[in-house]
């Protein structure tokens, strides 16, 4: 009898890691000539310290709103920053007139719809909803 709560304790403390963990990808649109970007350059461009893509064109970062679960596994990876530490950096940087934070979108759908459409633009989302109209250029 004891040996329930535990089992039923256990199975929801995997569940919970196994969504709070899943496989977060940046992504460019299809139609994009970037391939492939490293890490530190998909966070430098997430925390506006690079406004180009290696190629010279234009990265303009789409980011997801606080709520969204894939949004602090996707900085905690890419930049080693937490939430509140995330917080911090932005207040820092639009104080000081270095930046502004990336426009957020609701969820996986908006940016894949955002991103498809602008060859521009870099995202992140759950590697599951990738399809032919993005591509993953980065899974940390």
């Known amino acids: 009898m004891r040996a329930f ?6 199975g929801m403390m995997i569940l919970c890691m196994s969504v709070a963990h899943g496989d977060v990808v940046a ?16 966070s430098d461009i997430f925390l506006a310290k690079a406004s180009t ?15 969204a679960a894939v949004r ?3 900085y ?3 930049t080693g920053r937490t939430s509140a530490q ?17 426009k957020a979108v ?9 991103i498809a459409a602008n060859p521009n633009l870099i995202g992140y989302m759950q590697k599951s909803k990738v399809d032919a109209t993005v591509k ?3 899974a940390p």
């Open 27 to 42: 992504v460019v649109s299809a139609k994009s000539s970037v391939t492939e970007l490293t890490k530190d350059q998909v």
């Open 86 to 102: 995330l917080k911090a950096y932005w207040a820092k940087q639009q104080f000081s007139g270095k930046g502004t934070p990336p």
């Open 136 to 138: 993953t250029v980065c």
């Open 76 to 78: 905690t990876k890419v």
């Open 5 to 10: 709560p535990h089992l039923t304790l256990s």
């Open 53 to 67: 893509f290696p190629n010279g064109g234009q990265a303009v970062p789409i980011d997801q709103t606080a709520d």
């Open 72 to 74: 602090e596994e996707f």
């Open 106 to 114: 609701s969820g996986d759908d908006d940016v894949k719809k955002l």
